[in-house]
């Protein structure tokens, strides 16, 4: 489940083929017994004592599915343990320190459970997440109890932001979209389906606006051989107009890119900004190009620690990475708004050693789970739609 991204009735199918194959001699768990494992080392992630004696980092977000009800999610890793300079965070190196369903959120209360978090870690000196206004502003009043912690936003989503301003209001761009959009509705039901453009994503489109740009440089390199494509020159010949955009559009992405390869694994430090100077090279002239490096040049300075000897951490490309993990241990179950599988988020970080499983199962029996699930969780979505439809049975 946790190291080969199957599901829970594909893990116990696999385990019975060993088996019965006589590859492995052991009395198979059922899927339903899988999960209360998964689950039990997820509620002892949450509620073991945690080391204190050391500052914490802390990246936090929501996850949301349907219904009223999200999850403010806090992963956490001491400060001393980022391996800054080597690699960019991974799951094994967080903890989960809180997970606590709003089904309304808003500064008030995102404070309010930032406060509760410090029993687990202490105060924390430095945490990331998007620029996400409850959040930012509960961070912000936090910060007013707390004001050795530091606050960092996600660089992602803040050149994401970047490059939304710079395009998101230019008739070029938003020409370039819609005949894309255009195009793939022309070729959706025919036999050059393969042709399709890549969708923009209905949230966050600039999160991965690469994907647009990299299929349009690809047919551009097939309009311009020296006997072009047909069936490119038939659909997209348009692209032939967005030579010169799509080269600006290209080194203005390149430019956020940059940035956020770099503090991804280097952090926020001293020498960021002459990192980041010699990583870009030239930039260019055109205004939009320079606006955007110079906002990116004012992150850094913004954000940096002001002792020389310090990191930090910018990026919660990890946090967002264990929500889909979480999405995809659920499969259908997300549809049935928030169970108890988001305990699983307890399972999937920190070190994954037959020592560690076998104290937390030891330490946690099913009665535990249960209770945290209906205390903290309540009924799921699933229970409400079988009691609605329970009345249909009579």
């Known amino acids: 489940m946790l190291n080969a991204g199957s599901s829970l009735r594909g893990a116990a ?7 019965r ?21 997820g509620h002892y992630a949450l509620t073991r004592p945690l080391d204190r004696s050391t500052p914490w980092l802390w990246l936090v977000d929501h996850t ?67 620029q996400g206004s409850d959040l930012k502003k509960g961070i912000r009043d936090f910060q007013g109890w707390y004001p050795r912690t530091a606050y960092v936003p996600d660089v992602a989503h803040y050149g994401a932001t970047l490059l939304e301003h710079a395009w998101d209001d230019q008739p070029r761009w938003q020409q370039f979209i819609k005949e894309l959009q255009n195009t793939s509705a022309k070729v959706r039901q025919t036999k050059s389906a393969y042709l399709l453009a890549p969708r923009m994503r209905a949230k966050a489109r600039f999160m991965n606006v690469h994907v647009q740009l990299r299929f349009a440089r690809r047919v551009l390199k097939l309009l311009q051989r020296a006997v072009p494509h047909p069936k490119a020159t038939e659909y ?13 559009w290209e080194r203005e992405y390149g430019l956020v890119q940059t940035a956020i ?40 300075t913004t954000y940096q620690p002001t002792a020389k000897d310090e990191r930090f951490v910018a990026s919660t490309e990890i946090l967002e990475s264990s929500f ?48 945290w699930v209906g205390r903290v969780l309540g009924h799921s979505m699933q229970w409400f739609r079988r009691q609605f439809f329970g009345e249909t049975k009579t």
Request: glycine letters at 8%; a negative charge; aromatic letters at 6%.
């Open 64 to 130: 949301i599915q349907i219904g009223v009800q999200k999850i403010l999610v806090i992963l956490g890793c001491p400060m001393n343990q980022v391996p800054f300079g080597q690699r960019a965070l991974q799951l094994a190196d967080l903890q989960l320190v809180a997970l606590a369903p709003m089904e309304k959120s808003n500064a008030a209360l995102v404070e309010a459970e930032l406060e509760q978090a410090v029993q687990r870690t202490g105060r924390p000196r430095l945490i990331v997440s998007d």
């Open 324 to 371: 889909g993990k979480l999405k995809r241990i659920e499969q259908q179950q997300s549809q049935d708004g928030m169970t108890g599988l988001v305990l699983v988020l307890g399972a999937m970080v920190g070190a994954c050693t037959d020592a560690n499983l076998k104290e937390a199962l030891d330490a946690t029996p099913q009665k535990k789970v249960d209770n």
């Open 21 to 41: 194959h006589e590859f492995a001699f052991f009395d198979v768990p059922s899927f339903s017994t899988i999960r209360s494992w998964l689950l039990r080392v």
């Open 261 to 300: 390869e770099l503090v991804r694994v280097q952090g926020l430090h001293a020498g960021t900004g002459p990192l980041l100077e010699e990583a870009w090279g030239e930039i260019g002239l055109r205004d939009s190009t320079v606006r955007i490096a110079e906002r990116l040049r004012a992150y850094v």
């Open 236 to 248: 997209y010949g348009w692209l032939k107009d967005y030579q010169e955009d799509l080269a600006v």
């Open 13 to 19: 199918a696999a385990m019975t083929q060993f088996v």
